[in-house]
Antibody, heavy 114, light 113 residues
Framework: VQLHQSGPGLLKSSETLSLTCDVS????????WSWVRQPPGKGLEWIGY???????DYNPSLKSRVTMSVDASKRQLSLKVTSMTAADSAVYYC?????????WGQGTLVAVSS | DIVMTQSPDSLAVSLGERATINCKSS????????????LSWYQQKPGQPPKLLIY???TRESGVPDRFSGSGSGTDFTLTISSLQTEDVAVYFC?????????FGQGTRLEIK
């Protein structure tokens, strides 16, 4: 299984982050897919997960600004975070799983400038 | 939210010696219905994504060397590396998935003494 992320690395404050994660290899259907972020030099923060069928669970700390979606035909996940600020600057990861996360994308470093 | 607290924050161990990292949850992560502790351990090296080592508190992920082991139940958990190798230098995180939101420990940095 390989997860390949793409999306912009630099945003301005108040803009919307849009990331995609393309899944290759093993089956896409039947799995949960998660997003996790990590500010530089800091710990891991769970953003939420989406089931291949589209059901979601988001971290309440981000819920009002986050939207996750899937396109099973393309084996692709998407993450949108609105109203980005400097506090949202981090490496964003997609990963497979709802509980333990066994395959991860390479990460996308997102910097938000004012 | 369940708060995960790891100790120590950093650790230096000699090559071939045992390394022990602790993780404590603010409430039990044991699910009696399934008789499982909803806890995982990850290893993260610089510039890389985390790598899953242990899930269900003590089940080793496929391909993970058997010098890595997980133990504990309820609120107190331990990751043990029985004989430290140079490639084990990394930051280690515990994670609970008993309840939403999923939360991680702050990380423990492991170095060679």
């Amino acid at each position: 299984v390989q997860l390949h992320q793409s999306g912009p690395g630099l945003l301005k404050s108040s803009e919307t982050l849009s990331l995609t994660c393309d899944v290759s290899g093993d089956s896409f259907s039947g799995y949960y897919w998660s997003w996790v972020r990590q500010p530089p030099g800091k710990g891991l923060e769970w953003i939420g997960y989406i089931y291949y069928s589209g059901s979601t669970d988001y971290n309440p700390s981000l819920k009002s600004r986050v939207t996750m979606s899937v396109d099973a035909s393309k084996r692709q996940l998407s993450l949108k975070v609105t109203s980005m600020t400097a506090a949202d600057s981090a490496v964003y990861y997609c990963a497979r799983g709802r509980f333990s996360l066994d395959y991860w994308g390479q990460g996308t470093l997102v910097a938000v400038s004012s | 939210d369940i708060v995960m607290t790891q100790s120590p924050d950093s650790l230096a161990v000699s090559l071939g010696e045992r390394a022990t990292i602790n993780c404590k949850s603010s409430q039990s992560v044991f699910q009696s219905s399934y008789n499982k502790d909803y806890l995982s351990w990850y290893q993260q090296k610089p510039g890389q994504p985390p790598k899953l080592l242990i899930y269900w508190a003590s089940t080793r992920e496929s391909g993970v060397p058997d010098r890595f082991s997980g133990s504990g139940s309820g609120t107190d958990f331990t990751l043990t590396i029985s004989s430290l190798q140079t490639e084990d230098v990394a930051v280690y995180f515990c994670q609970q998935y008993y309840s939403s939101p999923v939360t991680f420990g702050q990380g423990t940095r492991l170095e060679i003494k």
